[in-house]
């Protein structure tokens, strides 16, 4: 039954109504295909209010692998999401590294 939701999300979202495309990150992030949602999100198909959207649902998730992708492809909503995450649970060995590496939001 979630297949097919899916199948029908991806023709909505192949006709353009960004809504469907939404569901199906849902439908990925609570099954935890977190790794296929990253290879299958294209930058140009993301606005920046979109990649913020994603970080944030990845930060509620506790998904700190997929929020490190995010950062290493370049999208600060990933860092400012994974530093938050990192601060929630108290690592701060972890942001003392990235910290080191130069970024602003773990200093």
Not at 18 to 40: K, T, Y
Not at 53 to 60: C, G, I, K, S, V
Request: hydrophobic share 40%.
């Amino acid at each position: 039954m979630k297949q097919g939701r899916e199948g029908s999300l991806r023709e909505l979202a192949d006709e353009g109504i960004g809504a469907a495309r939404w569901g199906i990150v849902w439908l990925m992030i609570h099954q935890d295909r977190l790794d296929e949602l990253m290879s299958c999100w294209g930058d140009d198909d993301v606005s920046e209010d979109g990649w913020y959207n994603l970080a944030e649902m990845l930060y509620q998730r506790g998904a700190e692998a997929v929020l490190r992708q995010l950062m290493d492809a370049g999208h600060g909503e990933g860092r400012f999401y994974l530093v938050r995450l990192l601060q929630d649970q108290g690592r701060e060995a972890d942001l003392a590294d990235l910290a080191a590496a130069g970024d602003q939001d773990a200093q």
